[in-house]
């Protein structure tokens, strides 16, 4: 089993649908939550980056983690054809545990005009 | 804008050449660095943690006299693609971290390897 699951899609909605994103992890210890978003050839892009349980709102994104169901989400509200791209989740132990992210495969989605 | 800078972004060269490429944080002191891997439509693959002043962690299966990581500064981390042949063509990609342990990576735009 991976530590972290994430459907790979591919996930395609019309314009200005609500999308939503998730991974589920297996590792309880995961402190530290974060989305990425990777347009084609290039590095990935921070979008959201959450501690613990909870929610956190950023424009049109809001990052959901739910900590006892090992469950965390990625809103987009109003979605854009430029939100067109593969989106990663990624989540690290505590400050004092391993420094290194652990990913998951990532989904792509495309939002059609 | 860009925190981290990642060059070159393209390098196309015969089988047998070595690469070097170049992780800079520009407006952070990082004493720590990531080289990731990314085969088509797959997530990133972590290769190495460099730290600043001391022998690069790599991870398991990764060989370390084919990926040499430098990292001799607190803003510069450099990885050489040591006798690069096809099956090393690949999207790499770096990131860092500040300092504070609170902190995300932020990566770069990566570099596309193709070996011919």
């Known amino acids: 089993q991976k530590e972290v699951e994430q459907d790979p899609g591919p996930l395609s909605v019309p314009e200005g649908a609500i999308v939503s994103l998730n991974c589920t992890y297996s590792?309880?210890?995961?402190?530290?939550f974060m989305w990425y978003r990777q347009y084609s050839r290039k590095g990935p892009e921070l979008l959201m980056y959450t501690y613990s349980s909870g929610n956190k709102e950023d424009g049109r994104f809001t990052a959901q983690v739910d900590k006892s169901s090992k469950y965390i989400s990625l809103f987009i509200r109003d979605s854009q054809p430029s939100d067109s791209a593969t989106y990663l989740c990624a989540m690290k132990l505590g400050i004092q545990g391993a420094q290194k992210l652990v990913f998951g495969q990532g989904t792509r989605l495309t939002i059609n005009p | 804008g860009a925190v981290v800078s990642q060059h070159p972004s393209r390098v196309i060269c015969k089988s047998g050449t070595s690469v070097k490429i170049e992780c800079r944080s520009l407006d952070f002191q990082a004493t720590t660095m990531f080289w990731y891997r990314q085969f088509p439509k797959q997530s990133l693959m972590l290769m190495a943690t460099s730290n600043e002043g001391s022998k690069a962690t790599y991870e398991q299966g990764v060989e370390k006299d084919k990926f040499l990581i430098n990292h001799a500064s607190l803003t510069l981390s450099t990885l050489t693609v040591t006798s690069a042949h096809p099956e090393d063509s690949s999207f790499y990609i770096c990131?860092?971290?500040?300092?504070?342990?609170?902190?995300?990576?932020?990566f770069g735009d990566g570099t596309r390897l193709s070996i011919l």
């Open positions: 990131s860092a971290r500040s300092p504070q342990g609170t902190q995300p990576q932020h």
């Open positions: 590792n309880s210890a995961f402190q530290y």
